[in-house]
Structure formats: structure tokens, C-alpha cells
């Protein structure tokens, strides 16, 4: 009767078919988007993490050199200039080799331009770690050095280790949340839901957790990591750390939450059914923390950036000759280094940018999809 | 009110009991020991060892061990440390003390510059000023302590400012007068604090501004505006006496991330804190140096946060202590 009553209405009237087209074309993703367009600056910042993201992956193709390789007779060479111009002008971009005079001084010998050559066969690497290739989207002939950001101590290319450095703090984080999120949500589901003996003791672990300053936990455990273990465990075991101090926050919420879902008209109406546990968990209480969750994952990745580039830099994170950002600042701790090589200083200023970018990125997204939160901004 | 504080350190009793639990099986599962790096040196005898090992008692079942340690902790004693070669307390007394002096002052600097902006943007919300104050808290917000150390550090050498870099007193110390001996101090905590309090000033902001454009919004502030009031009595009388609230509950939430951040900043500053001990103690596998670590720092957020509870309900008197 009423569905009747409102066709008649829309036949007679434009603005109401106008609102009832709106109507139809909601759609969650639709919606959210149009909101997160409004945040310029969340865009930008989403952009620059995409392309972090490419940058990292297709390292090996980018960077002109392997991580690894150390030209013994070049350490902390200064970034290589490159020239434009020659004495006739503008000219295809080329470089001089350098000799060390000195410890750690270089001396450009003028005798041949070594020009940039693009697509260049140089270091053999594994593309995304499964095609066997030589070619580098730039690189320049032996006896000349292309260190577009400079080397470090044992002569290797920065540039090509930032990138590389990138994979694990732009992956790590990513990885971490993930499993932080799974774990919270399992826990803070089941303590919420069932309440009782097994809510209590869940609660009581995370808080113990949440009791010891965080740092200081990610420091004890990391120190139980053993040391020559292979890079791949050494990672996971790191993000496994992240994710035993990380879960606690993100349970206590959800469980939270759960408890004023679970008297929520749907969820009895499910239980008389006879729906099971898990599903209704699963299926009725769960999906309605979504938003939170997505905002709550975007919102703490630098965080975890963070976390293992502090770990990576006192040293007990990602080792030698592993790259990471955090890491590689371990080689300008020291202060009389970093003023004569402030090229060392670099990879910091990537972490800041990454986590930067998601900081932006996350602050739109939950106006975007939470607008009561934040609506005093 | 002193039933609810009792009650409140009564609960902490067994959460410490918990962290000791976790912390003491933590350690355990450290591959290696102290004692293992000690035979590797030629010099040291089989018998030494073997003394150590009855001496500190890991000789006895890991159990054992946490009971006899817990016993010792109750008496005061939190053992011995392996690379001092002196009780854990004198190491760790002056460490902590020094943790939460930079903490302060972390703190300090954070709140003295994040309410004063925070109303500021507040009031004139979409001007330059406030764009420029938003976007400054996002530069503090992402950049990592330690490397925003690193940072200052640099420009420090680079530009001569005349601060020392390192450590907590210069040389001269002990020949100073004590006025001279405070302003050393001083000086060598400018840089860690500035850093450490960068990161919550950042947050701080940001909260504070939110609060502070709600307070503006609520019907009490038309009603002041309607009587007559001087803009100035509106702000500060009454939004900013309602905005503060929240930012005393935040203060019980910072205390977790000072006292992480401070490990770092304390690295590489070579300020001699709880968190830099922390780091020298995990790498050496200083036992119980490393446990008595992480003992304090939690008692220290725990007492962090019973402060903030006691100080909201102090200013807030809708909220009850049950």
C-alpha cells in the first residue's frame, strides 16, 4: 500500500524522482569516495603511497645497481653530479669517473663523459624475484659511478638501497596491521560476545600488554630473535613482535564494540533462528566494526613504519646487509659522520615522507568514512 | 577519593605480578646468556662461572629462578647486574629519575605550545595561521624521534649552535657551581625534550583544536555571546574550561608514548635514561637489569595513568570513582 502510494507520488512530482534516483545510485564505495575527493590533501598523500608502493617493487629495475655491491674504492662518495651542458651546449646527460685521493675524498677526472645510458645491462637481479635480468632503467659504463644520492661505508649505491630498504618499511607495516587486525578482531570477538570467565581473562592479557611501556616489550623481544637466521624469518618474526604489542589496543576496542552490538535486535533475531556462534559472529556482529577498522588499520601503519625503523636503527630489527630504512641511518648516528656525509640523512626523510603520506591518507579516510568522528575539524 | 586511589593500586598488584610473569619468560627465551659471552673469554676460568652461576642463581629450574627472583623483588632487591657488577637498584634509581625529568620537560614543551595553538587555531579556524599550525602538526606527527634527533644534531654542528650534543652533563660538571650545574643540565635536555615533546605536541594540537571548536559550537557559549560578553571572557572562561577536560584523559594516554619515545631519543642523544639502560641491557643480556627495566617502566605508565584518572576526576566532578 505504501510502496503504491509512493509511485503515484513520484509520477506527479520531479523532485522526488530526483531523490529517488539519488536513492538508488548509493552505494558505500560511491559514497565514500566522493567524500575522501574533498581531502586534496588525503588524495596527494594516497597518490605518493601508490607510488611508494610501484617504486618499491620494481627496485631491482629502478635502482642502477645491486644493494649488495660495494665498490670497495668509492665508500661514502658524495652524490655524482650530473652534467646537461657541455661546450656546446645542451647535451645527452653524462658523468666523469672519480678517483679517491683520500680517505673518503674524490677527485672528478675530466679524460671521458661517461653518458647515462637508459635501459642499461649492469648487476645481475630477480625481477619481483622470479625473472633472472641485467637490465636497469639506467646506469652508466665501469670506470664510472652513477650515486645519484651518494654510497655508504662500504661504497654502495644509496639510491639503489633506499629503494630496496623501502620493500621492508612499506611492507612491514602493511603486513603487521594485517595480522594485528585478524588477531584483535578474533579476540576482541569472541571476548565480547561470550563475556564471562573467558571475556576476563582475555581482557586481563591485553592489558598486561598494554601495561608495559611499548618500546621497551618491542626491545626484550626483539632481543630473543636469534642472530643468523635468514632475512625472510628475520622479517615475519619482526612483524609477529609488532603484532603481539599491537593486537591488545585494537581487541579492547572491538570487544567493545561487540558487547552494545550483541543486544542489537538482529543479532537476537539471528540467535532464535538458531543461528551458530561463529556465524553469527561472523556475519552479524564483525561486519558492523568495518569502518572502524579500516580507519583504524590506515591510521596506525606509520606507526608500525615507525616502530621497526626505530628497532632497525639500535640495530636489533632488519641486519646487515639487509636494507631498511631504519638501518641504514644506524651508519649516521654518528654525529661528525652525518656533518661530513649528510647524504647519510636521506633514508630518514624517506620514512618521514611514507609516513607522512599514509598520516594524510588516514585523516581523510575517516572523515571519508566516518564523518561524526571528525567533525569538529 | 583515597578508597578509589587505594583501590586503584590494590588492582595494580596483580597486573604487576602478570608483567613480571611475561617479562621473566621473555627474557628466558633470549638465546644465550650472559655467562655463555663470559667463557668465550680465555681469561675467565670454568670455577668463576660456576660461582657466578650459584651467585646469581641460574644454576636452579626456571621456576625456581622466578620465584626466587620474585622473593628478592618483594625485599627490595632486584638483583645484581652482569655488567655493572652493582645492584640493579643503584643502576636503575638514577636512570629512572633522569627518564622522567626529560619526560617532563617533554611534556612541558608539548602542552605549553599545543593549548596556546590549539586555541588559537580554534578561534581563527580556516586562516592562514591555522593552515600553517595544522600542517606543522602533521610534519611532527610523521617525523620519527630518533631521526628528528639526528636532524637537530646535524644543524647544531652544521650552524655552531652553542649546545652540547650529547650525554647529560658536560665535562666540567663536577666543578660548577650549583646555578652553573642546573643550566648545564638544562642545556644538554633541550634537545631531547624538544624532540620527545614534538610528536605529542603534534597530537596535542590537533585534539585540542577539535575541543576547543566543539566548546565554540554548544549553546552555552551563544548564550555568553548574547549577554554581552567580551569575546576574550567567552574563550577563555568558558570554552576553553570545557575543552581542557578531554586533554587531561589524553595526558594518561601520552605517558605510554613518551615513555617509548624516550628510549629512542635517550639513544641517540645519549641521555642517560631508563630506555637507553634498556637498550644496553637487552643487547648484553643483562638479566635482571633488562627485567628490572621493564618492571619500572610499567610501574611508571601505571602510576602515569592513575595520576590522569585522579587529576580528570579532580576536574571534572560528574565523574564518580567506583
Known amino acids: 500500500m505504501n510502496r503504491l502510494n509512493q509511485k503515484d507520488f ?15 545510485e548509493y552505494d558505500f564505495l560511491n559514497d565514500t ?6 581531502h586534496k590533501m588525503a588524495i596527494i598523500g594516497g597518490t605518493i603511497v601508490i607510488i611508494l608502493y610501484i617504486i618499491v ?95 655508504d661505508n662500504y661504497g654502495r649505491d644509496l639510491f639503489t638501497r633506499i629503494l630496496f630498504g623501502g620493500r621492508v618499511s612499506m611492507f612491514i607495516g602493511f603486513v603487521a596491521i594485517f595480522i594485528t587486525t585478524v588477531i584483535g578482531l578474533i579476540v576482541g570477538g569472541i571476548s565480547g560476545y561470550y563475556g564471562g570467565w573467558v571475556d576476563n581473562i582475555l581482557m586481563r592479557f591485553a592489558e598486561v600488554i598494554m601495561s608495559i611501556p611499548g618500546f621497551y616489550l618491542l626491545l626484550a623481544l626483539a632481543a630473543v630473535l636469534p642472530m643468523g637466521i635468514s632475512s625472510t624469518l628475520r622479517f615475519f618474526l619482526i612483524i609477529s613482535i609488532l603484532s603481539f604489542r599491537g593486537w591488545a589496543g585494537m581487541a579492547r576496542v572491538i570487544r567493545g564494540m561487540v558487547l552494545s552490538i550483541r543486544n542489537e ?12 556462534d561463529p556465524r553469527i559472529i561472523q556475519k552479524h556482529v564483525l561486519p558492523t566494526t568495518t569502518t572502524y577498522v579500516i580507519v583504524r588499520a590506515t591510521v596506525s601503519i606509520p606507526g608500525y613504519i615507525i616502530m621497526e625503523s626505530g628497532l632497525s636503527f639500535l640495530g636489533l630489527g632488519i641486519q646487515e646487509p639487509n636494507a631498511s630504512w631504519g638501518n641504514m641511518l644506524t651508519a649516521a648516528q654518528n654525529v661528525t659522520k652525518i656533518t661530513n656525509f649528510p647524504w647519510l640523512l636521506i633514508p630518514g626523510f624517506m620514512i618521514f615522507f611514507a609516513v607522512l603520506s599514509y598520516n594524510l591518507l588516514g585523516d581523510g579516510l575517516r572523515d571519508a568514512l566516518d564523518p561524526k568522528a571528525t567533525e569538529n575539524n | 577519593m583515597r578508597t578509589y586511589i587505594l583501590r586503584r593500586l590494590l588492582q595494580a598488584i596483580p597486573l604487576l605480578i602478570a608483567i613480571s610473569i611475561l617479562s ?33 642463581g641460574l644454576d636452579k629450574s626456571i621456576p625456581e629462578q622466578y620465584f626466587h627472583w620474585l622473593w628478592q623483588i618483594l625485599h627490595g632487591n632486584f638483583g645484581e647486574s652482569f655488567t655493572y657488577k652493582v645492584p640493579v637498584t643503584h643502576v636503575i634509581k638514577t636512570r629512572a629519575l633522569n627518564t622522567i625529568i626529560l619526560s617532563i620537560a617533554a611534556m612541558i614543551i608539548a602542552w605549553g605550545v599545543s593549548i596556546p595553538i590549539g586555541i588559537y587555531s580554534a578561534t581563527h579556524k580556516y586562516t592562514i595561521g591555522d593552515n600553517i599550525f595544522t600542517s606543522l602538526a602533521f610534519v611532527g606527527l610523521s617525523i620519527p624521534n630518533f631521526f628528528f634527533a639526528l636532524l637537530l644534531l646535524f644543524l647544531i654542528v652544521k650552524f655552531n649552535v652553542p649546545l652540547p650534543i650529547t650525554g647529560m652533563t658536560s665535562i666540567m660538571y663536577d666543578y660548577m657551581s650549583l646555578s652553573g650545574r642546573i643550566i648545564d643540565v638544562l642545556k644538554h635536555l633541550l634537545v631531547p625534550a624538544v624532540v620527545l615533546g614534538t610528536a605529542s605536541m603534534a597530537s596535542l594540537t590537533r585534539i585540542m583544536r577539535g575541543q576547543m571548536i566543539e566548546a565554540m559550537r554548544s549553546d552555552y557559549i551563544r548564550t555568553a555571546r548574547a549577554k554581552g560578553l567580551k569575546n576574550k571572557t567567552v574563550v577563555y572562561k568558558h570554552a576553553f574550561r570545557n575543552a581542557i577536560n578531554p586533554m587531561i584523559t589524553m595526558f594518561g594516554f601520552q ?8 628510549a629512542l631519543t635517550e639513544t641517540v642523544t645519549g641521555w642517560p635514561g631508563l630506555g637507553k639502560m634498556m637498550l644496553t641491557a637487552v643487547r648484553s643480556k643483562d638479566l635482571y637489569l633488562a627485567m628490572a627495566g621493564l618492571m619500572i617502566g610499567s610501574v611508571l605508565l601505571i602510576l602515569g595513568n592513575l595520576i590522569a584518572d585522579i587529576l580528570l576526576a579532580i576536574s571534572d566532578p560528574r565523574i564518580r570513582y567506583n
Not at chain 1, 629495475?61 to 661546450?87: A, M, Q, R, S, V
Not at chain 2, 605517558?255 to 624516550?262: D, E, K, P, R, T
Request: charged share 30%; glycine share 6%.
Open chain 1, 10 to 24: 513520484d509520477k506527479n512530482t520531479d523532485i522526488s524522482k530526483e531523490k529517488k534516483s539519488e536513492k538508488k
Open chain 1, 33 to 38: 569516495w566522493r567524500r575522501m575527493r574533498r
Open chain 1, 57 to 151: 617493487i620494481f627496485a631491482g629495475f629502478l635502482g642502477p645497481y645491486n644493494p649488495y655491491h660495494g665498490f670497495k674504492k668509492h665508500f661514502f662518495h658524495p652524490p655524482t653530479k650530473i652534467h646537461f651542458f657541455d661546450e656546446d651546449g645542451l647535451t645527452r646527460p653524462y658523468v666523469y669517473r672519480t678517483e679517491s685521493f683520500d680517505w673518503a675524498e674524490y677527485e672528478v677526472i675530466k679524460d671521458k663523459k661517461y653518458p647515462i645510458k637508459f635501459f642499461h645491462k649492469g648487476d645481475k637481479y630477480k625481477l619481483f624475484g622470479l625473472f633472472k635480468t641485467d637490465l636497469h632503467l639506467f646506469g652508466v659504463d665501469e670506470p664510472a659511478h652513477l650515486f645519484l644520492l651518494g654510497s
Open chain 1, 265 to 276: 535486535d538482529y543479532v537476537l533475531a539471528a540467535q532464535a533462528i538458531g543461528a551458530r
Open chain 2, 24 to 56: 621473566f619468560f621473555i627474557m628466558q627465551l633470549s638465546p644465550g646468556s650472559y655467562l655463555d659471552t663470559m667463557k668465550l673469554n680465555p681469561d675467565v676460568s670454568e670455577e668463576l662461572i660456576e660461582t657466578m652461576k650459584k651467585q646469581y
Open chain 2, 255 to 262: 605517558i605510554s608514548a613518551l615513555l617509548s619515545g624516550a
